[in-house]
């Protein structure tokens, strides 16, 4: 299936995780921490280290390694902290 990582179109298998599909699409670093900005990427790919937060279709602070591809996803790179809510 498809799927959208910054923007481009990435083919990635059924069953994939978001997490992978960044990897597959040749991001290291799939996020920024939010105090110094330094690049962090997905390490333990099973819901433990939080290193790969993504925002995934328009919802930021998702844990990428945790959440399956569907058709269409749009995965963006977790930029810093997160907008408080309002
Ligand atoms: S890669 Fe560690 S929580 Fe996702």
């Known amino acids: 299936m498809s799927v959208l990582v910054e ?3 990435v083919a990635v298998p059924e069953g994939a995780s978001a997490a992978a ?5 040749g991001l290291i670093a799939t996020r920024e921490s939010a105090v110094s900005g ?3 990427g997905p390490l333990c790919l099973m819901g433990v280290c939080f290193d790969c937060l993504a925002e ?3 919802v930021p602070n998702r844990q990428a390694c945790m959440v399956p591809v569907a058709p269409g996803m749009r995965i ?3 930029r810093g902290a997160r907008e408080a809510l309002r």
């Open 7 to 9: 923007g481009r179109a």
């Open 38 to 40: 330094a690049p962090r």
């Open 21 to 25: 599909a960044m990897l597959l699409a």
């Open 76 to 78: 963006l790179r977790q």
């Open 56 to 58: 995934i279709d328009g």
